[in-house]
């Protein structure tokens, strides 16, 4: 049960998909500091795809401060994880640009919990020429609470120190964050 509610989940072709009345309570619209106006909503299976597209349009530097490595093709088994969620212990919401012929993922923030570390695991990135116009906060703020509504109150994440965007993120958004420095990274906890 998720905040008193039965969330139907169901398999249909070796796709785990949510209620979509469920899912479309994490729909909203999020207008960026150059005025333009996009779609943020939950990841579904079938935005393998578009993250793809994504990830390729990143540059090294970028995908190295996500995956705290330099990767240069998204493992089919991650991409699988990254789209195949429960929607209550891992839950990834996109924000999207709408275009007539396609659509496209400029940023993602998930998270997966792990019940045995009681915390979960976060990640957030946000497509280059998309950066700097509050898309990330925004998302991070966003899957945060969303984890808190799933009674999650611990997250972490590995971080490179010197990513001082992602630092004044965590700090302007006021959670209680400690850093731990180990192997030439922080390991990041936030508390809400």
Not at 39 to 46: C, D, E, G, I, S
Not at 107 to 136: K, M, T
Not at 141 to 155: A, L
Request: hydrophobic content about 40%.
């Amino acid at each position: 049960m998720v905040l008193g509610r039965l969330v139907k989940l169901w398999v249909h072709k070796d796709k785990i998909m949510a209620d979509e009345k469920y899912l479309r309570q994490y729909e909203s619209r999020l207008l960026l500091k150059n005025g333009a106006e996009v779609l943020v909503r939950p990841v579904v299976p079938a935005d393998a795809s578009l993250l793809l597209d994504m990830f390729h349009k990143m540059t090294p530097r970028s995908r190295y401060l996500r995956f705290m490595t330099n990767i240069k093709e998204l493992p089919e088994g991650l991409l699988q994880k990254f789209t195949h969620l429960d929607y209550h212990a891992s839950f990834a919401i996109a924000c999207l640009v709408e275009a007539v012929d396609q659509n496209e993922i400029i940023a993602v923030a998930r998270y997966s919990h792990d019940p045995d570390e009681h915390i979960a695991d976060l990640g957030v990135a946000v497509r280059d020429d998309w950066q700097n116009l509050g898309i990330g906060k925004s998302l991070l703020s966003k899957i945060i609470i969303i984890g808190k509504e799933h009674s999650i109150s611990r997250f972490g994440s590995m971080m490179d120190p010197q990513n001082d965007i992602m630092k004044k993120t965590l700090r302007e958004l006021g959670y209680q964050v400690k850093y731990f420095f180990r192997g030439g990274s922080y390991q990041v906890e936030i508390t809400t």
